[in-house]
């Protein structure tokens, strides 16, 4: 293993932890397709699992003992470690999970691969909190959807918080980028799904009663903050679905009506 101790802040392999954005690892054109960063051992342990590759690791020397194990079958890839101070200063925030990955960017399937077979999915339009992001893939993954697509204004799944929020989920579940709309829909029905809207309308089907025989292969379309579905995506889906509520209050979070929408068609 390669074991480097810090003892400049200025070695070349540091680089990729220098305060740098999810933005910037993202457009470094060494290597080819961009970085993210798996912050802890946990989720480095999944970003393996799911075959992602890694660049390097940075981390405290008492996790260099689980680093050690999770990178048995990459001997050739660096592991810095230094201490959390050290860290600090590098990163610009505090290391309290223990470890950061520098890892390579998978290269995103087709969304005509990632869709046959698949029964549910989720498709996020212009979603752009990280958080809600990482939070609506964690219940894709706990409760039972096939895939997420996203538009190409969407939140990375890939920034660092949505990781973590999602507890490494976002490197389990299938996801790639959707192109527009006017491409995505006839690829989507294409495939058999019928894309259910989740959002207020005067001709909105209650989930209670969209549950009760819900189609085969379904596609469930969830909006951004805020503003909610886009007209486009409203024209053109093929129901409107909305959460019966009370008191008055209208909608939740779009996260947690992620998670309301999948338990109910599960």
């Known amino acids: 293993m390669q074991i480097i101790p810090i003892d400049s802040l200025d070695l070349p392999g540091l680089a990729d932890y220098s305060q740098l954005t999810d933005v910037a690892l993202r457009r470094k054109s060494e290597p080819a397709g961009g970085l993210y960063i798996a912050e802890s051992t946990k989720v480095i342990a999944r970003a393996l699992e799911a075959g992602h590759r890694p660049r390097s690791v940075l981390l405290q020397e008492q996790w260099l003992p689980d680093a050690l194990e999770l990178l048995a079958d990459w001997p050739d890839v660096p592991i810095y470690v230094g201490a959390a101070s050290v860290l600090e200063e590098l990163t610009g925030y505090n290391l309290h999970r ?16 990632l869709v046959r077979g698949a029964r549910r999915i989720v ?19 706990g409760l039972g959807a096939d895939a997420v697509l996203i538009t190409p204004r969407c939140a990375d799944p890939l920034y660092r918080r949505s990781v973590r929020v999602s507890m490494g989920t976002v ?24 894309l259910a809207a989740l959002a207020l309308a005067d001709n909105a089907v209650s989930l209670d009663d969209f549950a009760i025989d ?22 053109v889906a093929d129901t409107v679905v909305t959460i019966p509520m009370l008191h008055g209050v209208d909608s939740l979070n779009v996260a947690s009506a992620s998670a309301v929408a999948l338990y109910a068609l599960r």
Not at 98 to 113: I, K, N
């Open 171 to 194: 490197l389990q579940v299938p996801w790639t980028r959707l192109p527009e709309w006017d491409e995505a829909v006839p690829l989507l029905h294409e495939a058999g799904f019928h």
């Open 123 to 141: 498709i996020l339009e212009d979603i752009v909190d990280h958080t809600n992001v990482g939070a609506i893939f964690r219940s894709v993954a």
């Open 214 to 235: 819900p189609p085969e292969r379904l596609a469930i379309v969830l909006g951004a903050e805020g503003d909610g579905l886009s007209r486009q995506a409203l024209s």
């Open 98 to 113: 223990g470890a950061l990955a520098a890892m390579h960017r998978p290269v995103l399937a087709p969304v005509s691969d």
